[in-house]
C-alpha cells in the first residue's frame, strides 16, 4: 500500500482521480476486512473486552432505535383533520436542502 502524501496543487488532475479511486477500493477492503474480523470476534467472544500484543478491544452490543416524525406527524394531522396537501405543504415549508459534494469513483473499462 503506498502511504505518499501528494501535494494536490502540483498533481494533474486525472492522477488525482486514480489516486482517489485507489484509496477508496483500499478503504472499502479495509472496512469489510474490518467487519469480518469484528463478526468473527463478536461470534467467538460475545460481549467482552478481548487484548492483543499492541491493541486491546472492547466489544459491546447496545440498540438504536429511530423515529419516522414524518409518519407520526401524518398521523397526528389526520387524526385531526389535516388534508394531506395542507400537511405536505407543512413539510416543505420547513424542510431544509443542503447541497452535497460526493465522489463516486468507479473503475475504467477499457476495449
Known sequence: MNNAVIAPSSTATGQLVDRFGRLKAEASDIATELDT???VLIEREGESKLEGELFRLALSNTLRSTTDWKAVALAMAKKAGVSD???DNAVALNTNCTA???ARPAAR???
Open 109 to 111: 473499462v477499457t476495449k
Open 85 to 87: 396537501k395542507v400537511f
Open 100 to 102: 452535497i459534494w460526493t
Open 37 to 39: 474480523i469484528k463478526d
